[in-house]
């Protein structure tokens, strides 16, 4: 039962930057952990290639994960934090491995590391097709069995204010509302998937944490470098789509387009290994050429037994739609899927918003760029809250601390239910402005509509319930990506 007290951290979010967030920090700290709906459903679970680590130094290096993630990045990642995710990122890798992670291992015992798009070396590590639910998987038992971390599922935070030296949020569970403080704040609420109509987030990805930190004063940083998937499954219906893999065309799959026809030596060298924004692009500029939107993705060439035992996830979804991986092509189409802008940090994931941290998708350390190598999300989610953590263990742990303490700022709360469509207009307007190959007069018309919404929730008549906090939060992180890429 959730009840009104003080904690000296509350970490908003239940995916692996939350999770390893939470394994880090000192024993003697009291923490609450928020998961806005059950501890499995983040992105982080969805997350099928791997995690890109150097860690066959014989045949790979530091420098050469730095310069494929630059690369990727279109050089404009910040460098500093490059280094610190590739020079850290083994460490953090083994404490999992230790900790019980299942990667997948050849027949020596030795991890089996695989390929793919925009890397240089074999350097992902991986459970099958399935590495983000094995990974929750194992760090979420960890957590559970910490004696100083409660954890709260199904619970929505609908507030937060910064005083007293800490932090009030105002949560709701079970319709009622209870206010917890705590000295230390740390978002890892993921990412905005859900501004867009189709995308392969999970319902909870509606940008609430970089919301909550925008509120509060936090710099927002390229909140419109999102990364589009290039091989999203093209269903019928569903505003949810599932992923094909990275790691099937780094298993040497051809993307095809309406006459089965490969194409991407049109477009780049690199053919269906080049980073994912460049093959997304490719086939948008394919669409054009062709006026088609009809594109597969073509694996059925290897062993049948082969595919079915390294893509189990991805071979029985595909099945489930009617399609047999092994036998025919898989239609496919790009699809919303990763933000690499978010609440600006610096390399201990600090926002410069007093004790208020950032980790995981949300946030925008700089390792990114204009577009994310491929499996390097999972890496940044470990070494980034792990720094968080050890940070706050620090100054918690200064002789001139001092913790949260007095009452809690008042929680205002309306009355009325939000009107139905808002969040369905938003998500309109979003696909059709900023999507893969922007259009500038869509932005600009979509913002002032966009604006018009948020100034009407930006009062106290409304019910303070999910459908108005996604509905705000989704039009406050809509506003600031056309911004941005208006200004750009």
Do not use: W
């Not at 909550?212 to 936090?218: H, I, M």
């Amino acid at each position: 039962m959730l009840n009104s007290r003080k904690y000296d951290v509350l970490i908003l979010g239940s995916g692996v930057s939350g999770l390893y967030s939470a394994l880090n920090l000192d024993s003697n700290l009291d923490v609450l952990l928020i998961s806005k709906a059950e501890l499995k459903l983040s992105n982080s679970s969805l997350a099928q290639g791997g995690v890109a680590a150097v860690l066959d130094k014989e045949n790979d290096s530091f420098d050469l994960h730095f310069e494929d993630t630059m690369i990727a990045g279109r050089q404009a990642n910040d460098k500093h934090a490059v280094r610190v995710l590739v020079e850290n990122g083994p460490a953090d890798v083994m404490n999992i491995v230790n900790m019980g992670v299942d990667f997948d291992r050849n027949a020596d015992g030795s991890l089996n590391m695989t390929l793919e798009g925009g890397h240089s070396r074999h350097r992902i590590v991986h459970h099958k097709d399935s590495t983000g639910d094995e990974m929750t998987t194992v760090l979420i038992d960890k957590v559970k069995n910490l004696p100083n971390v409660e954890v709260c599922e199904n619970t929505l935070c609908v507030d937060v204010a910064h005083a007293n030296d800490g932090y009030f949020a105002t949560l709701l569970k079970n319709g009622e509302y209870v206010t917890v403080s705590a000295s230390f704040l740390i978002l890892a609420t993921g990412g905005i998937g859900r501004v867009y109509k189709y995308t392969t987030n999970s319902k909870i990805a509606t940008g609430d944490g970089i919301r909550f930190a925008y509120e509060l004063g936090a710099k927002i940083k390229d909140l419109d470098y999102i990364q589009f998937h290039p091989t999203a499954f093209a269903a019928d219906s569903g505003r949810e789509r599932f992923l094909i893999s990275e790691a099937v065309r780094g298993e040497g799959a051809y993307l095809l387009n309406c006459n089965k026809e490969r194409f991407m030596h049109r477009y780049d060298e690199r053919l269906e290994l080049a980073p994912r924004d460049k093959v997304s692009h490719s086939i948008m500029m394919e669409y054009r050429r062709t006026g088609s939107d009809k594109f597969y993705l073509d694996i059925s060439r290897l062993d049948s037994d082969y595919l079915k035992n390294r893509f189990p996830l991805i071979y029985g979804r595909c099945l489930e739609e009617g399609i047999d991986l092994t036998k025919e092509p898989i239609p496919v189409f790009p699809c919303h899927h990763y933000l690499m802008g978010g609440i600006r940090v610096d390399d201990n994931s600090y926002t410069g918003i007093s004790r208020l941290y950032a980790v995981g998708e949300c946030s925008n350390t700089g390792v990114h760029g204009k577009n994310r190598l491929a499996s390097n999300s999972l890496l940044e989610a470990l070494v980034f809250s792990k720094r968080a953590a050890k940070e706050i263990n620090r100054q918690a742990h200064e002789p001139t601390f001092v913790s949260v303490h007095g009452a809690a700022p008042e929680f205002k709360n309306g009355v009325a239910p939000l009107p139905s469509g808002i969040r369905t207009q938003i998500r309109d307007i979003m696909q059709k402005s900023h999507f893969v190959i922007p259009d500038q007069n869509a932005a600009e018309k979509g913002l002032k509509i966009i604006e018009q919404i948020r100034r009407r929730l930006d009062n106290d008549i409304f019910l303070k319930n999910a459908d108005y906090e996604e509905a705000k939060s989704l039009a406050t992180v809509a506003a600031i990506v056309l911004r941005g890429a208006i200004n750009r």
